[in-house]
Every structure is written in C-alpha cells, then in structure tokens.
C-alpha cells in the first residue's frame, strides 16, 4: 500500500498541482479558447500515453528515455514561455488570449499527460506480480494504495483551485510563477539526465554530478511544490479567518459568512492533503526503504577466462547476485534472472544512470536501490533506461558461461 501511494503521488501531483494553477488563470481572465486548448492537448497526451502503455506491456522494444527525452524538451520551452508571460502579464492583460496561448496551452497539457499517464495505466498491471493468487491483504492493499494516491492527488489540485481564485493577482501570479519554476527546473534536470545517459553531451564532471545529485534527492522538487501548497492554504486561511462580515444587507453578509466558510474548509483540506502526502514522502519513504534486504553476492571461481553459472541454480525466476574481483581488485556484482523457457536477463548490478547502487526483488519485482523504479524483467539484458548493464552470456552444458573479459571491461563503474 505504501510503495503505491509514494509513487502515485510522486508521479501525478506535480503536474495536477501545475494544471490547478493553468486552469485557475483561464478561470480568471475567462479565456475560453485557452481553456479547449488545453483541453485537447490533454486528451491528445492521454491517448499517446495509452498507446505508449500497451506497447511497454505487451513488447520488449520501447525504449523509455528515446520517449521522454522529447516531451521534456516539448514541456520545457512550453513552461519557460509560461514563466515569459507570467512576467510580463501585469502589462499585459490579454493574456491568455491568441493563437500563440492557445498553442503553448495546447503543447502543455499534451506534453504533461503524456509524460504522466503511461506509469499511472501500468501501475495496476504490476498489482499481482509475484503472487500466486490475488485473494490476500498484499494485492488489496496495493489497489487501497493506488487509489488513495489518486484521491488524495486529485483533492489537492482540486482545493489549489478553489482557493486560487479568491486570491489577489498579485498573490496568485507569484505562487503560479514558483510553482512552474520549480516544475521546469524538474524537468530540465530529468532531460540532462537522459543526455547524459545517451552521451548527448560531453561528459564533464560539474555535469555528471549534477545529474547524479538529482538522482538522489528527485524528491526536492515534489517537496518543493508540497512546501508552496501548504503556504498558499496558510495564505487562505489566514485570509478567511481576517475577512470582514460588512454590508447593510442580511443576504449579502450571509454570503459573505458562506464563501469564508467555505474558503477556510478549502484551505483546510489542502493543508490536510499536502501534509500527508509529504509524510509519505519524507517517513513513508524511509518506512518503506527499511524492509529493503539485499542478498549478498555468491563469488564465483574464474576459469580459463569464463565464469560459469549451473543453470539449476538460477532457474526458479528470483533474482541471484554474483560477485567478480576484477584482476585491478575492484569487487564487482552482476544479476541474473529467469526471463522465460531458456532465456534469461543476464547483467551488471549496475546501470548507466544510477551507477553502481544495484537491484533486489521486492515482491516478484526487480528495483532499482537509488531511484525505486521496478525495472521490466523481459528488458533485463537490454540497454536502456535503468536496466541493468547487460552481459553477454551463452548456455553450455547446462552453464550459464560469462567471459570474463567481459566483465574486466566494465570494472571501472564499480571503482
């Protein structure tokens, strides 16, 4: 239940929060076509990531990072010229209206779902993974975990909205404007990371660490937002409770009475929501890390420039960690696990992007140590993403045979 609520919330809520905030802004300058822009860009967006989804469920050959890569490019100009209009719309008032909002509107919503969806369809798909039946307290509480994600994650947008638009433009624009800014620094850190991965850029040092530091702390961006959710219910609450009840008409103070009621109730369920939501994220991650056991590697003795692994002992479809000491001495590990009849997903403990802080099964699932994303079994052996490095193996006498110099070549990410 709690792995699930920590990545529902982790995938969507940014980007809900982000739309509450767009859609507040059309609310207000009642810019209509803006808001079928927008409209149409999403429905575009959730029907590529649904397309996007049955083909990472139902082949090997989609390469997630190649899909990415040009969606945060696409978000990435789309939200810095949001962060242009949002500095100059205190002189202009058209904003959002014309082609050109449309267009950048249409661009968001598109490039946001499809960014998003794709991991949200899959979710349910890895429910049952590991489990010999769907009838236990495991299954249910991934189900409960996923859609009290969902309901939490839509509540929050849902009461940003609400509140944003009793606030002041001045108010409203700065929590808007910092709020887009933290979702583009987000997403022009994930793009350098696939560069990096892909060796679309020169690898320098100040680069690589740059992108190795979001690595371990990508959850700074979601807190962030988390952080200026909490401060814009504060901001209402304070305002609800400081309004003043005037007016010589009993309907109109009534009103009045009602709207601050329900405006403090708004507030109090964003703040309820955010509040939960970075518990899970802050003490449900640390809960959920602590069952993490990670079985220690099986040296293997080297011989005649091969390792050989007996079959037997990998075939029952759970994860084996090997170890290798490399002639420099370097203490190397590498994975192996049952794909299919005669196939296995042979590779390092490692990956180009997280480098060496490994895998290990959690409920039937492959994991990555560093960033938490269950790796797709059938893509073990296969470049790309967070899979695993992979090595070349072939089956002989009932061995599993790897070269050694083949993983002589790859010491080096263990250094």
Request: net charge positive.
């Amino acid at each position: 239940m709690l792995q699930y609520l920590i990545n529902v919330t982790h995938t969507l809520l940014p980007a809900f929060l982000v739309l509450a905030l767009l859609c507040c802004l059309i609310r207000k300058r009642q810019a209509f076509p803006a808001k079928r822009c927008l409209l149409c860009g999403a429905l575009a967006g959730g029907l590529v990531a649904v397309v996007l989804a049955v083909l990472r469920l139902t082949t090997g050959f989609v390469i997630r990072e190649l899909y990415n890569a040009p969606l945060l490019l696409l978000m990435i100009l789309a939200e810095v010229l949001l962060l242009f209009c949002l500095l100059s719309s205190r002189k202009n008032p058209d904003f959002p209206a014309g082609k050109r909002a449309g267009m950048m509107f249409f661009v968001s919503g598109f490039a946001w779902l499809a960014f998003i969806l794709p991991d949200m369809v899959l979710y349910p798909f890895e429910f049952a993974v590991g489990m010999e039946s769907i009838y236990n307290l495991a299954f249910l509480g991934r189900i409960v975990g996923y859609f009290v994600a969902l309901v939490l994650t839509c509540l929050a947008a849902l009461s940003l909205f609400r509140l944003s638009a009793h606030y002041g433009d001045r108010l409203f624009r700065r929590i808007f404007f910092m709020a887009v800014a933290i979702f583009a620094s987000w997403h022009v850190l994930l793009f350098l990371q696939i560069a990096v991965l892909r060796r679309w850029v020169p690898d320098f040092s100040w680069l690589v660490e740059l992108v190795m530091w979001s690595l371990q702390y990508q959850k700074v961006f979601l807190l962030g937002l988390l952080l200026l959710s909490i401060f814009a219910a504060v901001c209402s609450i304070h305002a609800s409770r400081s309004t003043v009840i005037g007016g010589e008409n009993p309907a109109l103070r009534r009103k009045q009475k009602i709207d601050a009621r329900r405006q403090l109730r708004w507030a109090v369920a964003l703040l309820l929501n955010a509040a939960i939501i970075f518990f899970a994220q802050t003490v449900g991650v640390q809960i959920n890390e602590q069952s993490v056991e990670l079985a220690p590697p099986v040296e293997l003795t080297a011989e005649a420039g091969r390792v050989a692994i007996p079959v037997e002992k990998v075939s029952d479809g759970h994860l084996h960690r090997f170890g290798y000491t490399a002639e420099d001495g370097t203490q190397m590990r590498y994975i192996v696990i049952k794909k299919g009849e005669g196939s296995f997903g042979v590779g390092l403990d490692a990956c180009d992007v997280c480098g060496p802080s490994g895998y290990y099964e959690r409920d039937g699932q492959i994991v990555c140590i560093l960033c938490d994303v269950v790796i797709n079994i059938s893509t073990i052996g296969f470049k790309g993403g967070c899979n695993p490095v992979p090595l070349e193996y072939v089956l002989q006498d009932g061995h599993l045979v790897i070269k050694t110099a083949d993983l002589e070549s790859e010491a080096h990410r263990f250094r």
